[in-house]
């Protein structure tokens, strides 16, 4: 099956987010099927297919014409890997050569803006080898992406205690004064986990800004440490993937969960595999967490890095399996893709209803269910317009046992 990536439709050349856009009969989750207004980068108004045509200032809108397709709040990828992204293929070690990255990254994003993730948190490894430079290349790539996507990115550091922990706490500080938004690194791999947390948390205080960690939240004990650190600190803390916490005997497990909602700290599970800091070994175990109370989304992690050279960065992908491995109901594994995922960034909530943003996920398809199945054609929309548009069609050759069936196509004529 084909799957050919297009440029935006017509409707959205030149538009800005203030510009009005309409998009026409689509369907909702509920069944209703509705056109959806479109201005100032929020949704205007939502009425029934056919109802709504000017914008609230009288002129016409611009169409897109959503017959046939599911309309849904836009995606977030809320654990994405921008400065290691496709980069499995290359030879030798990883090279941290900014021109290299920024290929890398800007490519890996669009791939994922395509997927239909407006917003991207991206971990960037700071110090060591590659010092403040790989951040330095996916902020450029941050601006390049303005109006497109909202790109945010998570600080690193290797080690933050002892002598060798020196220079990556000045590192740190660095980062956050470069245009790091999130303070973010793995204690599991410092010789003093505890330590290294505690550093996060106070430079973190100190300068307002959330956090996010990897752990594979195998030992009870120093999971528990963390959280009761972690509880109670404004913008919020974020975990992942944790999929220790899956190994662990439920009783265990159970009550860290309980441990984490009473925290506040959001847990961001990463299905499609993990990533180069975190164990690969299995997945969080998202149903006790959500029956806790915990705050449960869902990354990407590795795209086609060393750690996953198969990774798709496919936020739909993610929801697909937790649907289908992990029992989640349809509606509860997009929402860890979506709700959960914006929440986990500090994004306003989106709904397909007037006053909120206008970032909105187009799929082919009528059910949810169908879309997680089959999700080829997708049309995303960021900030009230069109920015990335894939289209896919099937197309067979008749039928030699019965040429009087009538199957169904999608195809028109015969194929090449």
């Known amino acids: 099956m084909p799957d050919s990536q297009q440029q935006p439709p017509h409707s959205s050349a030149g538009q800005t ?16 099927a509705v056109d959806v207004r479109l201005g100032g980068g929020r949704i205007e108004a939502v009425g029934t297919a056919g109802s709504l045509a000017a914008g609230a200032s009288g ?34 070690p990883l090279a941290y050569d900014d021109q290299e990255i920024q290929r890398r990254a800007t490519e890996a994003a669009l791939l994922q803006l395509g997927h239909g993730a407006t917003a ?17 290349a996916v902020l450029q790539v941050r601006r390049s992406l303005r109006g ?29 004064k470069m245009g790091a938004s999130v303070v973010g690194g793995c204690p599991d791999a410092d010789p003093d986990p505890t330590g290294y947390v505690e550093a996060v948390l106070e ?8 956090v996010d960690l990897h752990t594979d939240a195998a030992d009870p004990a120093r999971l528990a440490r963390l959280v009761a650190m972690a509880g109670g600190l404004r913008p919020g803390v974020t975990l992942g993937p944790c999929g220790g916490l899956g190994r662990l005997p439920v009783e265990v497990a159970s009550r860290a969960a309980d441990q984490m909602a009473a925290a506040g700290v959001t847990v961001v599970c990463l299905p ?12 969080a175990p998202v149903r006790l ?11 990407s992690g590795a795209l086609r890095d060393l750690s996953n050279p198969v990774g798709r960065g496919d936020p739909l992908e993610a929801a697909y399996l937790l649907a289908s491995r992990y029992g989640l109901r349809p509606e509860d594994a997009y929402d860890t893709v979506s709700c959960a995922a914006r929440a986990a960034l500090g994004l306003p909530e989106v709904r397909v209803e007037a006053g909120f943003p206008a970032e909105l996920l187009a799929v082919r398809g009528d059910r ?3 879309v997680l199945s089959l999700a080829y054609s997708r049309i995303v929309v960021h900030r009230g317009r069109v920015v990335a548009r894939t289209s896919a069609v099937r197309e067979y050759c008749n039928s030699a046992a019965d040429p009087g069936m009538e199957l169904p196509r999608q195809g028109r004529g015969e194929p090449s």
Do not use: F, I
């Open 17 to 32: 987010d203030t510009a009005a856009l309409l998009l026409c009969g689509a369907r909702l989750t509920d069944g209703r």
């Open 203 to 210: 430079l973190a205080s100190e300068h307002g800004c959330p």
């Open 272 to 283: 499609q595999g993990g990533c180069g800091s975190a164990d690969r070994r299995g997945n």
């Open 289 to 299: 967490l959500r029956a806790a109370g915990v705050r449960v989304a869902a990354g």
């Open 120 to 136: 991207l948190r991206s971990h960037v490894r700071v110090g060591d080898v590659q010092g403040l430079d790989a951040l330095a």
């Open 368 to 370: 949810l269910s169908g």
């Open 59 to 92: 002129a016409l809108a611009a169409k897109v014409d959503l017959d046939g397709y599911l309309l849904l709040p836009a995606p977030a990828e809320a654990h994405a890997h921008s400065d290691t992204a496709l980069a499995a293929d290359g030879d030798g």
């Open 148 to 176: 497109l996507a909202e790109l945010t990115t998570v600080a690193m550091p290797r080690l933050l205690t002892g002598a060798a922990g020196a220079d990556g706490l000045a590192m740190l500080r660095d980062a956050l």
